[in-house]
């Protein structure tokens, strides 16, 4: 009996050591999006403009020209446009996950929706790095 207490108290110290790391980690990460946030925010935003719409959307495809969405909106994907991943990180439109949920905001010019930043909120099971081929008309 006197054995199994010896094994309990090392177990519990490593559980305890690894809940705290982890509650670090995941404050850290928390403040880190919502630094990654504010920047971006504050990036699209000019001085004194109305703040840009933003959309919940599921992409389910992608092209190096824009995303379309499962409701068939389509939004353009420019130089400018920020991707963030999962983890906040920035990903280029080539390694985006589709289909995802994502959170996009964007400007309209033209009619036309133009994406500035298109944050991934989560990627699906069947998600792949295939894009499609746009040919001019």
């Not at 403009?49 to 409701?71: A, G, R």
């Not at 068939?72 to 390694?95: F, H, N, P």
């Not at 033209?110 to 499609?132: C, F, G």
Request: net charge negative; aromatic share 6%.
């Amino acid at each position: 009996m006197k054995n199994i207490n010896k094994l309990k108290k090392p177990c519990q110290l490593t559980a305890m050591a690894m809940l705290i790391l982890f509650t670090v980690f995941m404050a850290a990460n928390i403040q880190a999006d919502d630094e990654f946030n504010t920047q971006v925010n504050d990036n699209l935003n000019e001085e004194n403009s109305p703040p840009l719409p933003v959309k919940e959307v599921t992409i389910d495809i992608k092209s190096l020209e824009d995303v379309t969405t499962t409701t068939g909106e389509s939004y353009v994907v420019s130089d400018e446009t920020i991707i963030a991943g999962l983890d906040s990180k920035q990903v280029s439109i080539r390694k985006m996950l589709v289909p995802c949920d994502a959170r996009i905001t964007y400007k309209v010019k033209n009619n036309v929706a133009i994406a500035q930043l298109i944050k991934i909120t989560r990627i699906h099971s069947d998600a792949n790095w295939h894009w499609i081929v746009k040919y001019p008309e």
